[in-house]
């Protein structure tokens, strides 16, 4: 009866214009003086409530033409073998199949499609290391970029360099380059776009070879490798604006400032050696362009750029949602960051490659805010879009991946085009509701469990309706862990149909250099 009654009233709220789910989820910071541009929270459910289920769905004609369709535009499919002139990467960090399959109901309904989503080829990539079945940022950095499977936590080095050994990471025949190099090494150019630290572990594996992925600064590595062991060897922030590779990248766009500053040119700086990186970064050629804001950013004239570099916070860049909530805000988005690496990046006649992260769908996860590792997950969408735009199918590869997964997952049988984020349908056998979206450990545990109690809470008292809310975590711990599951593979443009199957991670560099006729191996241009 009463989930009648609760139907009843939430049709005919829907009849007179109204919306629910709107009115519960306001989120917090929300900015007042917009009328169009709504808070994207807003804005989903809007676009989502107001979809109304297609009536069609209940014929099997419907499914019948669809699926036809489908098959249709396989057979339509022709195998590009075109040389791929520019390849980029785009890497979803922690973007798991589940937070795929939530975030298409941020976008209007379990039926849509995220950008990638629409492309041609898909495969499965294993993630496990070398030395664990559930692997980090760092070491499958090392795998997707340098081809070479390796140790947790380290990043531009093979597995016989274990985490944190200081004399392995220095002898250089441990060092393995990444698909940046091979492509630079072949007239190409290559550049790097993410939303943490540019220093953090998935873009460092671009252009540095660090035994442990935490040395960001000199401060952290002569800690951990004091006196002459140390002397020899550079911090990541260090490799990028001096290394090999490093010092030949022509886009570098992301957060992290604090490596690249000792105090006295920056208050939040880490370095103890008194240097400025970034000065260091401008004297070395006139044509090179710092930038910090979102503003410099988007005034930047790709054809008068020789080198970019773009730092735009201390640390990782702040959350999309956070960005919308503030108006002081002068962060750029995924997407204008793309935008501008692509711009510059046209301008080299021979292509290039470019790596794009969204690295904040992780963060998030880690913190179980289920709510904006979706709206990261749909950023990272947008960005992919936009690059698929600018760039022609003819001679750009673009690949779309994920590091590793995490144990989020999307349970209950809610009805269709519900709230993701709202109570399933039944009840727990304790009477009290749960959530569709959980994890399985994560730091939440205590705010849904009540140890001394011995039973849930209810989850719904949990719920704040804010963009930074919790979802519950089943085991206790500080930060929710990586899942060890394969994750999704996309693929458009040349070579795309080579991205099919169940294979190691490590193989995709050398796949995406295959098509573009660059590294040591077989190519198709051999
Ligand atoms: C460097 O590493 C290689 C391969 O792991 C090893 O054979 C060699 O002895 C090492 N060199 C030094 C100086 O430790
Ligand atoms: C960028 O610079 C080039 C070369 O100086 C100039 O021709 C062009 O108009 C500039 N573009 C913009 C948008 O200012
Ligand atoms: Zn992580």
Redesign the pocket.
């Known amino acids: 009866m009463k989930m009648v009654n609760k139907l009843v009233i939430v049709l005919g709220l829907c009849l007179l214009g109204l919306n629910l789910v709107n009115l519960a989820a306001v989120p917090k910071r929300l900015r007042i003086n917009e009328e169009e541009e709504m808070h994207p929270v807003f804005a989903q459910k809007t676009m989502r409530s107001s979809m109304r289920l297609n009536p069609e769905e209940a014929e099997q004609d419907y499914w019948l033409e669809a699926s036809k369709k489908h098959i249709l535009e396989k057979l339509s499919y022709v195998r590009n073998t075109n040389k791929a002139k520019n390849i980029i990467l785009f890497l979803g960090d922690g973007m798991g199949l589940a937070t795929l399959a939530a975030a298409r109901n941020l976008l209007g309904g379990e039926e849509m499609k995220l950008s990638f989503e629409e492309f041609p080829y898909t495969g499965l990539s294993k993630t496990y290391s070398v030395d664990k079945i559930v692997p980090d940022s760092a070491c499958t950095s090392t795998s997707y970029l340098c081809g070479v499977k390796a140790n947790y936590g380290t990043i531009g080095v093979n597995a016989h360099v274990k985490r944190g050994d200081c004399l392995a990471m220095a002898n250089e025949t441990n060092h393995v380059y990444s698909l940046g190099k091979w492509a630079m090494d072949k007239g190409k150019a290559a550049g790097l776009v993410t939303t943490t630290r540019v220093t953090h572990a998935s873009p460092s594996g671009v252009y540095a070879h660090t035994a442990d992925r935490e040395w960001e600064n000199n401060a952290v590595l002569e800690e951990a490798c004091p006196g002459e062991l140390g002397e020899n060897l550079n911090d990541i922030a260090v490799q990028l604006i001096h290394g090999e590779v490093g010092s030949k990248l022509k886009v570098m766009l992301g957060g992290g400032k604090r490596s690249f500053y000792a105090p006295e040119f920056y208050d939040k700086g880490r370095r103890t050696d008194g240097r400025n990186l970034v000065e260091e970064f401008e004297a070395l050629d006139e044509g090179n362009v710092f930038v910090k804001t979102q503003k410099k950013l988007l005034n930047v ?4 750029t020789g080198r970019l570099l773009g730092l735009f916070s201390k640390s990782h860049l702040h959350y999309h949602l956070e960005q919308l909530a503030d108006e002081e805000n002068n962060e750029p988005t995924l997407e204008e960051m793309t935008q501008k690496a692509i711009e510059v990046l046209q301008t080299e006649e021979q292509g290039y490659f470019l790596f794009v992260e969204g690295g904040k769908i992780d963060i998030s996860h880690h913190d179980t805010m289920a709510r904006i590792a979706l709206d990261e997950t749909v950023e990272l969408s947008k960005a992919v879009k936009l690059a698929r735009a600018m760039t022609s199918v003819e001679d750009t590869l673009i690949v779309v991946t994920s590091d590793h997964s995490h144990t989020f997952s999307l349970s209950g049988y809610q009805p269709r085009h519900s709230d993701i984020f709202s109570e399933a349908e039944s009840k727990g056998t304790d009477g009290k509701p749960y959530l569709p979206l959980s994890y399985a450990n994560g730091l939440s545990f205590d705010s849904f469990y009540n140890t001394e109690g011995h039973q849930r809470y209810d989850p719904l008292a949990q719920r704040t309706g804010e963009f930074d809310e919790i979802f519950p975590a089943m085991a206790p711990l500080l930060s929710e862990t990586h899942g060890g599951e394969d994750v999704g593979v996309f693929a458009s443009g040349p070579w795309a149909h080579l991205f099919t199957g169940v294979y190691e991670q490590n193989s995709i560099p050398h796949m995406m250099a295959y098509a573009a006729c660059v590294g040591d191996g077989q190519t198709a241009c051999d």
């Open positions: 004239n790709a054809t008068e």
